[in-house]
C-alpha cells in the first residue's frame, strides 16, 4: 500500500514553455502533498505544501505564480512550472500524506531539463 | 531555524563490513526522524521512522537509534552488501502551522559497498 506516482518520470522542454508535473495517490486519499526539490548533489528542498481543496502554503524563496501547484482531488495533485528557464533544470519529487501529522510516502520523482 | 547535518558526506567499505552513518539536528522540538535511501536518479524509499518518543527502530540488518536531547541519530548497517550502495537521507518532521508535517531533510551520506 502507499503508492504514489509521478508522471512524467523525465521531461525535456524550452525556455519559455511550460510544463506540468502529476503527483497521484494510487491506493490512499491524500490529504496533503508536498513538493520538494533537488538539485545535481544536493538533497530535498521544500517548495510547497498543498492541502486538497485549498491555497498551497509556499516555502520562502519559491514564486508561487512560477509554480503553480494545483491539489484538486483526494488523489492528484500537479505543479507547474511556468515560463521555465534553464536554472529551472531539476528533479521534483512529491509526497502524500493521508493526514495531518501522517508519514510522507514519496513519488519516484520527475527530471525536468530546461534547454 | 532547524538544520540537519549528516556525517561522513561519502563512505567507501568492503563487503561484510559493519558501518554507521550520522545525523545531527540542531533543533529538539522533533515530531519524528526517518533515514530514507535514494539510488541515483531515482525517488526515495523510506527505511525506518522512529517517533520522538522512541529510542529507536530496527528493520532486518539495519538500526536506527534517536537521541533527541542530544540532536543525534545514528544508523547502523550490519553485514554491507554491495546492493546497500546509495545515499543515505535522514529527515526530521517538524509541526508546520499546528497540523501538518513538514520534512527537513540532511546534506545525505553517500555510500559505496566494494565488493
Known amino acids: 500500500g502507499a503508492v504514489v506516482s509521478q508522471h512524467p518520470s523525465r521531461v525535456i522542454c524550452k525556455s519559455g514553455t511550460s510544463v506540468k508535473i502529476e503527483c497521484r495517490s494510487l491506493d490512499f486519499q491524500a490529504t496533503t502533498m508536498f513538493w520538494y526539490r533537488q538539485f545535481p548533489k544536493q538533497s530535498l528542498m521544500l517548495m510547497a505544501t498543498?492541502?486538497?481543496?485549498?491555497?498551497?502554503?509556499?516555502e520562502q524563496g519559491v514564486e508561487k505564480d512560477k509554480f503553480l501547484i494545483n491539489h484538486a482531488s483526494l488523489t492528484l495533485s500537479t505543479l507547474t512550472v511556468t515560463s521555465a528557464h534553464p536554472e529551472d533544470s531539476s528533479f521534483y519529487i512529491c509526497?502524500?500524506?493521508?493526514?495531518?501529522?501522517?508519514?510522507?510516502?514519496f513519488g519516484p520523482g520527475t527530471r525536468l531539463t530546461v534547454t | 531555524k532547524q538544520e540537519v547535518t549528516q556525517i561522513p558526506a561519502a563512505l567507501s567499505v568492503p563487503e561484510g563490513e559493519n558501518l554507521v552513518l550520522n545525523c545531527s539536528f540542531t533543533d529538539s522540538a522533533i515530531y519524528n526522524l526517518q533515514w530514507f535511501r535514494q539510488d541515483p536518479g531515482k525517488g526515495l524509499t523510506s527505511l525506518l521512522l522512529?517517533?520522538?518518543?522512541?529510542r529507536e527502530q530496527t528493520s532486518g540488518r539495519l538500526n536506527a537509534s534517536l537521541d533527541k536531547s542530544s540532536g543525534r541519530s545514528t544508523l547502523y548497517i550490519a553485514a554491507s552488501q554491495p546492493g546497500d550502495s546509495a545515499t543515505y537521507l535522514c529527515a526530521v518532521s517538524l509541526y508546520y502551522g499546528g497540523a501538518t508535517n513538514k520534512l527537513i531533510f540532511g546534506t545525505g551520506t553517500l555510500l559505496a559497498v566494494q565488493p
Open positions: 522512529i517517533q520522538s518518543s522512541q
Open positions: 498543498s492541502n486538497e481543496g485549498s491555497k498551497a502554503t509556499y
Open positions: 509526497s502524500a500524506s493521508s493526514g495531518s501529522l501522517r508519514e510522507q510516502y
